[in-house]
């Protein structure tokens, strides 16, 4: 990572708390910039999470909601995104314990030439492969490998020890390439 990029990183979150606070603090053009600039990374987390579309669209929306209904209790200073996906990820949790979640193949990745047909294959096996997971394994999963946080970041955000959050993934990884070497036979002797 280069320096510019940090820094663009750090004046992004800065730029955030500080919408935060004044969103707070009841300016309501700084809440819907705030919303706004987390709106698509929320979302993505979502997905993430639920393997669908619309649930994640759903979670998305109630996440974002919570936020803004929760503003005061975020203490600045704090991980900002931890706090944004600990809200979405209970969101999740609780969306799931609901409704079973299934994922209808074309939305899971839906293929747009003949180019995709594969990847979109390779996406829903993906997909279908992680409903073998439980929900803390897709968390710590999601949170290190596809949101690249760092084990103690995962930790934080699922609220567990590093070492728990680390097992999770581990065990969610084990249990993915033994899922996937169905299709996939080179992943059966890796480790």
Known sequence: MTLTAAFDGEDRRTH??????????????????FLTLIQQRVLVFAFRLSGNHAAAEDIAQEAMFRVALNLKRYRAGTNLWGWIYRITMRLAYDHHRRKEIAIPL????????????????????????????TEKERAALVLQDMEGMTCREAADV???????????????????????????????GER
């Open 158 to 188: 699922m609220r567990c020890l590093q070492i728990t959050a680390r097992t999770r993934a581990t065990h969610a990884r084990k249990k993915l390439r033994a899922e996937l070497s169905r299709f996939y036979p080179e992943l059966r």
């Open 106 to 133: 074309e939305e899971a990745c839906p293929a747009g030439v003949e180019d995709d047909v594969e990847r979109h294959e390779q996406m829903r096996r993906v997909l279908d492969a992680m409903k073998v997971l």
């Open 16 to 33: 955030l708390e500080h919408l935060l606070a004044e969103a707070s603090q009841g300016d309501r053009a700084a809440l819907e910039r």
